[in-house]
Each structure stands twice: as structure tokens, then as C-alpha cells.
């Protein structure tokens, strides 16, 4: 496997990677290879999520209508 090193991650940041780390029980290298894969689709999950927030304009059915 590679190695890639990451340079210039902010305090802030470095905080909020290693909490999640914590919360999830995860090493700070497995945290970020499962956040790398999922941003890419190379995850379980899918990378695109469903959004409804134009779904009024391009118009829709009501619940009478289904």
C-alpha cells in the first residue's frame, strides 16, 4: 500500500479529525481512508446523496394525488 503525507492541516481541523476518530474507535489513519472512500465511491455508502430542496419548484405530486 501507499503512503501519502498531508501537509498544512490546520489545529482546528486536526481537532475535529482526531474527536471524530475517537467517537468512531478508529486509529486517525483508518478514520481518513474511510472518509477518502466514501468521498469517492469507493465506500459502502453512495457518494451522491437524494436532495428535495428544488423539489416545489420542479413540481411534484400531493399525498391525494399518489
Known amino acids: 500500500m501507499k503512503t501519502i503525507t498531508i501537509r498544512g492541516i490546520e489545529p482546528g481541523l486536526d ?24 468521498v469517492t465511491g469507493m465506500g459502502k455508502e453512495p457518494v451522491f446523496k437524494k436532495h428535495h430542496d428544488l423539489d416545489t419548484l420542479a413540481g411534484g405530486w400531493s399525498k391525494e394525488e399518489v
Not at 481537532?15 to 472512500?37: M, T
Open 15 to 38: 481537532r475535529v479529525i482526531k474527536s471524530q476518530a475517537k467517537q468512531n474507535n478508529l486509529s486517525v489513519n483508518q478514520w481518513i481512508l474511510q472518509l477518502l472512500k466514501k
